[in-house]
Antibody, heavy 116, light 107 residues
Framework: EVQLVESGGDLVQPGGSLTLSCAGS????????MNWVRQAPGKGLEWISY????????YYADSVKGRFSISRDNGKNSLYLQMNSLRAEDTAVYYC?????????WGQGTLVTVSS | SYELTQSPSVSVSPGQTASITCSGN??????ACWYQQRPGQSPVLVIY???KRPSGIPERFSGSNSGNTATLTISGTQAMDEADYYC??????????FGGGTRLTVL
């Protein structure tokens, strides 16, 4: 069974940093393109970042470009999101999602709260 | 930037057909997909590539995409189908775009 499990969400002050992780199981993560998608409380879904299967190609939404960095460790079947210069509007549940063009599997999400 | 528009809410009686629409400029030229998100849960892919159902998704879910509108149709709607539904398209310049979501209420 394909599973994605996010971790690392926390309460952080504005301007702070945080790293999220996503562990994959039941499939070989290095065969797949991966993404991060977030959902602010009571709001819709927002795609924020993509990484190719080999890790050489990365895309970011304008809302996080220059502040967030996506990476992967295929040896550990894991995906990461380094978040810097966090703002109140980054408060959301962050999901990792598999594939590109459409997302066929999602994790359960991890909550990031940016507040003083 | 590319935008997708969905009606905020749709209501349907049990056993009836629900249609949820998603509009965007020349959306029919792109692949559209749909996600179901029940309260407190992660999104689940229910339609991809306009009209294909992933394994495990009931046959009552179907999709179409033409012109400026993609449509998710749920035939014989059940109480368990009550959820938020999001359309999504992929564009070569803006990459992934989601619609704002439609809350389906089964009355």
């Amino acid at each position: 069974e394909v599973q994605l499990v996010e971790s690392g969400g926390d309460l952080v002050q504005p301007g702070g940093s945080l790293t999220l992780s996503c562990a994959g199981s039941g499939f070989t993560l290095n065969n797949y393109e991966m993404n991060w998608v977030r959902q602010a409380p009571g709001k819709g879904l927002e795609w924020i970042s993509y990484i190719s299967s080999g890790g050489s190609t990365k895309y970011y939404a304008d809302s996080v470009k220059g502040r967030f960095s996506i990476s992967r460790d295929n040896g550990k079947n894991s995906l990461y999101l380094q978040m810097n210069s966090l703002r109140a509007e980054d408060t959301a549940v962050y999901y990792c999602a598999r594939n590109w063009q459409f997302f066929d599997h999602w994790g359960q999400g991890t909550l990031v709260t940016v507040s003083s | 930037s590319y935008e997708l528009t969905q009606s905020p809410s749709v209501s349907v009686s049990p056993g009836q057909t629900a249609s949820i629409t998603c509009s965007g400029n020349k959306l029919g030229d792109k692949y559209a997909c749909w996600y179901q998100q029940r309260p407190g849960q992660s999104p689940v892919l229910v339609i991809y590539h306009n009209n294909k159902r992933p394994s495990g998704i009931p046959e009552r879910f179907s999709g179409s995409n033409s012109g400026n509108t993609a449509t998710l149709t749920i035939s014989g709607t059940q109480a368990m189908d009550e959820a938020d539904y999001y359309c999504q398209a992929w564009d070569s310049s803006t990459y992934v775009v989601f619609g704002g979501g439609t809350r389906l209420t089964v009355l």
